[in-house]
């Protein structure tokens, strides 16, 4: 299958996928930017779609952009770990008689603010998809 790519407004690439009633040719003619070109849908890096706001084009290429992969990755457990923390927001408030039950759950808060930390050690596209926030134990 062949799709039309080209860098929308936003500076993001945009994928067309004609629905066949026109010939894509015409499709890229009349519907798409200048600079917009066909290209096979496979060579598209569709295996990493949850980074699909980092996809760059060059040279008639998408390919991933890293650091905005990471970005991407660090948003992602950000907003995993908000019901997390809320919940030992909760916690904290429902024991702030006792110091040491306190102190475990701002350990595990400094974990769950940490967990960021660990995507700028990754290196692979695949690790960054892989990565997920740490378990913390309930006592």
Sequence with gaps: MRVIIFINETGNVSVCSPTGELPIEEVLAKDCPAGAIIVDASTLPEEYNEFFNAWV???AV???NFPKAQEITKDRLRT????LLQALDVAQLRNLADPVVLADIEAKKQVLRDATKQ?????TLDELKAVQLPVLENN
Excluded at 80 to 83: G, H
């Design 57 to 59: 084009l060059n040279d």
């Design 62 to 64: 998408v390919s991933v």
């Design 80 to 83: 995993e770990r908000t019901p």
């Design 119 to 123: 995507v700028d050690t990754l290196t």
